[in-house]
């Protein structure tokens, strides 16, 4: 198992362009998880799936963010007409089911919006 | 809503010192609680966690970690930091019941050889 994989590592696009990362979780986890981070901060929570059911969106997250996880393996994230402030990283985590287990995190993919 | 709050954004110390690193939460409700580690030019990566029980939980590379409930705290601790213990570390905390943690600003750890 190679860990949970992120395409791609960096990204640069243009105001009002569209983009999307894709993750690969550990086969074996059925969560798969979403989080961006700027710099100085902390992982902020953006989505989770169980499977290919999307359970939780961040109330922070606007309309132009969709994420899907079609036959509960990989997952991608898509941004619509990005914006200045949508530059991040944006990490990738899967964890099997339950409490007991912590994140596998991604690289990331690092977002520049010029 | 749950939160977490990290003391200290940047700590210095020289190889052999002790650290501790403080981590309070806010959550209404029974929790676990991690703290990962990023080390320079890697991905972050779970040093240990806190899901029930002893409320002293042992991690990899010698660290360590204290649940006080009635404090909130789950501070990281290690004896004697190594040069390659440079890093940032998070705290994060996770409802029993629910999905998604929520992770401190972090702290960035600097030790000098």
């Known amino acids: 198992d190679t860990g949970v994989s992120q395409d791609p590592r960096h990204k640069i696009t243009k105001r009002g362009q569209n983009v999307t990362f894709r993750c690969d979780p550990i086969?074996?986890?059925?969560?798969l998880y979403w989080y961006r981070q700027t710099l100085g901060q902390g992982p902020e929570f953006l989505t989770y799936f169980q499977n290919e059911a999307q359970l939780e969106k961040s109330r922070l997250l606007s309309d132009r963010f969709s994420a899907e996880r079609p036959k509960g393996s990989f997952s991608t994230l898509e941004i619509q007409r990005t914006e200045q402030g949508d530059s991040a990283m944006y990490l990738c985590?899967?964890?099997?089911?339950?409490?007991?287990?912590?994140?596998?995190f991604g690289s990331g993919t690092r977002l520049t919006v010029v | 809503a749950q939160s977490v709050s990290q003391h200290n954004h940047h700590v210095i110390l020289s190889e052999a010192a002790s650290l501790e690193l403080g981590c309070n939460y806010s959550?209404?409700?029974?929790?676990?609680l991690f703290w990962y580690v990023q080390y320079p030019g890697q991905h972050l990566q779970l040093l240990l966690k806190?899901?029930?029980?002893?409320?002293l939980v042992k991690g990899i590379k010698g660290f360590e970690a204290e649940f006080i409930k009635s404090k909130f705290s789950f501070n990281l601790r290690k004896p004697s930091v190594q040069w390659s213990d440079t890093a940032e570390y998070f705290c994060?905390?996770?409802?029993?019941?629910?999905?998604?943690?929520?992770f401190g600003d972090g702290t960035t750890l600097t030790v000098k050889p």
């Open positions: 806190y899901f029930s029980g002893d409320p």
């Open positions: 994060a905390v996770k409802g029993t019941n629910a999905g998604k943690s929520t």
């Open positions: 985590a899967s964890s099997s089911d339950g409490t007991y287990y912590g994140y596998t």
């Open positions: 959550y209404g409700g029974t929790v676990n």
């Open positions: 086969s074996e986890h059925n969560r």
